[in-house]
Structures are given as C-alpha cells and as structure tokens.
C-alpha cells in the first residue's frame, strides 16, 4: 500500500464496485422480465438527489466527495460516471442525448456548463457575472434563469449554433423555465401574481398559459401539454393543459399538497404530501387514472419520468438517494396535443425486484415473484 492510499476510500471503491455490477446484473434480468418494480441507483451513505432521465440515462448531484458533483448512470452497461471533478458545487442536472448541463460553482457565483458525453470534456455556456441557474434541455435548445440587478430573466441558448436570446425579460420575476420541442413556458410575476406564460419558437408569439389567479408553479412541458404546481384552491394542486386545444384540467384535488411535476407523454408524476410525507405519484392522462408509486414513511421528492421510467430523490436510507421506477406496459396512445413518442419512450417490462443488503456489504437480488 503506497505512503498516500486511503484505505477507507479504498473499501469504500471496492464496495461501490459490488454494488455497481450487482445493479448491472439487475437491470439485464430486468430488461427481459415481464413487470414493474423500483430498484435503488445509488447506495453511497452521502446524498445524491435532484435526478434527471433520458432514455437508459440518469443524472444526479452527488455529495459523496464532500461537494455536490455531477454523476451519470448508463442502465444499459450499469456503468457509472463522474462528470465533473471540481471541489466546487455542480448542480441541478439535465441531460439529453450526449448532452449533460448542470448548474456549476468553481467560479464563485452559479455559471451553465456542458459536458458531453462523447468527447469526454465540458465548457461553460453561461457566465456567473449574471448569476445563471437551473437549466432545462431539449434537443439542441436548453433554458435557464439568469438574475442580474435584482431581476429573474428567462434565456434559451441553442447548443448547436451557441446563440443565446433572453425570452422573458421584464422589470418582473421570470423563473423556472421548461422547454420542449418549440415551445418554452416559465413562471412570470408580471402581474403581481406568478403566472404561467408560454413562448411559441416557431411564431414567436408569447401566450399565457392559465387563466387560473392562484400562483402557478414549477412547469413541465412535452408537446403542446404544460403542467404545473398551482394554488388557486389554498393549496399545491397538479393541473394541465393542452395549449392546442385550450382545454385545461386539475389532475389531483386532495387538501394537502402536490407539487413539482414533470411531464412525459401520456403520463405526469408528481411529490405528493396526502399521506403526511412526500410520496410519488403517477396520472395517466389518456385515462385519468392516478397511481401511487411509492409506499415508503419517509419522503421521496423530485421526480422526473421519460417514457416508463420514472426517477426521484428518496430518503428512506437515512440519506438522499436516486430511485428508479420502470412501470409495466401499458398503453401507449399519446395524449391528445402531443407528438408521438420519440425513440426510447417505448415501455421496458421489468420483474418486480427489490435490492436488499447482505453480508460483507454486497447486494442481493430478491424476487417479488411467487415461487422466485
């Protein structure tokens, strides 16, 4: 053993590296089974949350190092991946394709970086002297907030061409952008009161997006469906809405509070405070049929969905950790004022498993199942 190895950083390798071929092990017997159940990502006694989703793909911030760093997980290979390496915070992560953005510390106040996947190597696209946090990404386009003297602004930033534009700007609050495909919506306080409002890239024209006079929140959008955290009935409701057709719709209607959405096809998941924590839920649109995903005391927050998988940030360890959900098929209509599916949204059947602690700190695959 050399005069500068760590031996508790050491067991600590050796331990994550049973825990990342074991969930390899897992998510090829997954893969060719015929349910749905949830598996934990990451089993490090530090935090790891605010997860993000694409495809087999998952992101997180991780505090194992003693600073929040950005990992990647690939299902596919269960290969695991430090993204940044800074002793400075990156946070908030969004990813599509090879794409991986985060909200990143190492020069003081919050800068935009880009790391990609393929080229192993990352830069940074917006500059803390404005203070710019949050991204969101689709395709070639990401959004951020961005405050500067005071104010919230919404920029979009094409990642293909480095053109940035600020689409809300105003003496107002402008924040929590979402984007997909050609449509932005974000969180505006023009009014007095925070409202939703949209911007059409393809026309240019700008909308609100609710009429509702409650406080509107924390949109996501896919296609030409926005959902969002709203207040109008004295507590954090889930609505919709399909800006193609006008048609709008409350998706929960229980006195505690629901909140953070995040869109997907046919499906939204929210955190859901009914049962005196937070726990995930799931709402078909197609359907109308709600589903509770997580049974847990403990909360489960922040999720996010892509296809049938669905991620959050789960406390039922003690610490933060990353779970996945992998419903099981169902159908797969898209919602009215969507665009069909892109590739990598088809349901995977998984057999219900669960990952439980055995001796010498490995991992054992434990079946559901009757008769497994």
């Known amino acids: 053993m050399g005069p500068h190895t760590d ?10 590296n049973v825990w990342f071929t074991t969930l390899l092990l897992v998510c090829a017997a997954l893969v060719a089974a015929g349910s749905a159940h949830e598996i934990r990502i990451t089993a ?7 997860p993000a989703i694409w495809e087999d793909r998952i992101v997180w911030q ?5 600073n929040w760093d950005i990992y990647l997980l690939e299902l596919s290979t269960g290969t695991e991946t430090r993204i940044n390496k800074d002793t400075a915070d990156q946070k908030s992560p969004a990813i599509w394709g090879n794409q991986i953005l985060s909200t990143d510390y190492r020069e003081g106040s919050p800068d935009i970086f880009v790391y990609n996947t393929i080229k192993g190597s990352g830069q940074r696209i917006a500059t ?11 395709g070639s386009l990401a959004v951020w907030e961005v405050s500067h003297s005071g104010d919230d602004d919404v920029v979009l930033y094409n990642l293909t061409s480095g053109r940035e534009t600020t689409l809300a700007k105003g003496s107002q609050a402008q924040k929590s952008p979402a984007v997909a495909e050609d449509l932005v919506v974000w969180e505006d306080n023009r009014g007095g009161k925070t409202a939703l409002y949209s911007y059409r890239l393809s026309t240019g024209t700008e909308a609100r997006v609710s009429p509702g006079q409650g406080g509107q929140y924390n949109p996501s959008v896919y296609g030409d469906l926005v959902a969002w955290q709203d207040r109008r009935n004295g507590n954090d409701d889930i ?7 006008g048609e709008e719709r409350q998706v929960t209607s229980d006195p505690a509070d629901q909140r953070n959405p995040w869109i997907w096809g046919d499906r939204i998941v929210w955190e859901d405070r009914r049962n005196g924590n937070a726990d995930i839920y799931l709402y078909t649109i197609s359907t109308g049929k ?21 991620v959050w940030e789960d406390w039922r360890n003690g610490n933060a950790d990353v779970y ?36 010498a700190g490995a991992w054992a695959l434990v079946s559901l199942r009757r008769g497994r």
């Open 7 to 16: 031996p508790s950083r050491m067991a600590r390798n050796r331990q994550s």
């Open 44 to 50: 490090d006694p530090a935090d790891q949350g605010a």
């Open 62 to 66: 991780d505090f194992r190092n003693g």
């Open 128 to 138: 803390g002297s404005q203070n710019t946090k949050f991204p969101r990404v689709w």
């Open 239 to 245: 609505f919709m809405a399909s800006l193609a057709t």
């Open 290 to 310: 709600e589903a509770r995903l997580t049974t847990d005391a403990a909360d489960q927050k922040s999720p996010a969905v892509w296809g049938d998988r669905v």
């Open 324 to 359: 996945l959900f992998t419903l099981a098929e169902e159908q797969h209509t898209p919602a009215a004022g969507t665009s069909p599916r892109p590739r990598g949204a088809e349901p995977v059947p998984l057999e219900p498993v669960l990952l439980l602690p055995a001796m």
